[in-house]
């Protein structure tokens, strides 16, 4: 069978949403580097640095096969035109409002861009025929469970904040609308993605700086955690490779071609053991505040991705060691800073 992905090298481009966010950047760069088209469409609000943001796309921008609408996914008007004007039969969407702390203070924002936006998505979906929805969920959704590795057989009805309960409420809403309307829907649960061109408001990135300036990182639980680190490049990898699983949907599951996956590296690794390997690649020992564990937050994560490889193939190369060598490798030269 000809593979689902080839035909938008001819046909129609991808639409991509949050491109002006981590996942969503890597995702479209991928696309264009393999001769797809792809549109953008990201609100490049100021959640964080908007200069980063901006550095993202200029990346992107580089690439003939580049378009750009920046919008509100709660625009309705805006994404249905953008549906009209490109017709996109593929539709990656990694936009959404992040942050699990966040979402206890500012639950309004994740209600309207997780929700109200997520539903306009699958309107728009629904309507324009598209042959494959990708989503981005979070290994957040597991909340309370204890069982570890987290799998997708395993009920995740016990959320523990308000983003995590959005990301599951993502997750009906697609499985209602590939019920009802046969559209086929993918979504991926994302488990700590790190790596060059990160969220400043992550671990990796608020650690490493605070340990190369001297400043005291706040270390929750005491350190006493652990956390399915996942590099972007395999990340990236693993989107690409479901993009194909659309017609394997439809043949699995004729009443709901649905489906969902682990995006992780199946490797916990401690909390302090991460903070250890940032101190031997800055050549600087961390000051470090150890506080109780915060609202909101789980003590472990852990992938069972074997859905996921048998169905793709596809495994996790990168380990946390060498991933964070390349990550602080980028920061020095996207800081401009000589090591």
Known sequence: MKSIINKFLADTPVLVTGTAGFIGFHVAKRLLELGICVVGYDNVNDYYSVKLKEARLAELFKFTGFSFVKADLVDKFTLESVFSQYKPMLVIHLAAQPGVRYSIENPDVYVQSNLVGFMNMLECCR???VEHLLYASSSSVYGAN????????DRVDNPISLYAATKKSNELMAHTYSHLFKLPTTGMRFFTVYGPWGRPDMAPM????????????????????MRDFTYIDDV???IIALIDKSAALKSLNENAPYKVYNIGNNHPEKLLDFIAFLEEYLNKKALMEFLPLQPGDV??????IDDLVRDTGIKPEIPLKRGLELFVKWWFEYSKITH
Request: proline share 2%; hydrophobic share 40%; net charge neutral.
């Open 146 to 153: 204890e069982k570890l590795p987290f799998s997708i057989n």
């Open 206 to 225: 608020l650690f490493m700086e605070a340990i190369y300036t001297g400043k005291t990182i706040n270390v929750f639980n005491n350190g006493n955690m």
């Open 236 to 238: 990236v990898k693993s």
């Open 127 to 129: 309507y324009n025929s």
């Open 299 to 304: 003590l472990s994560t852990f992938a069972d």
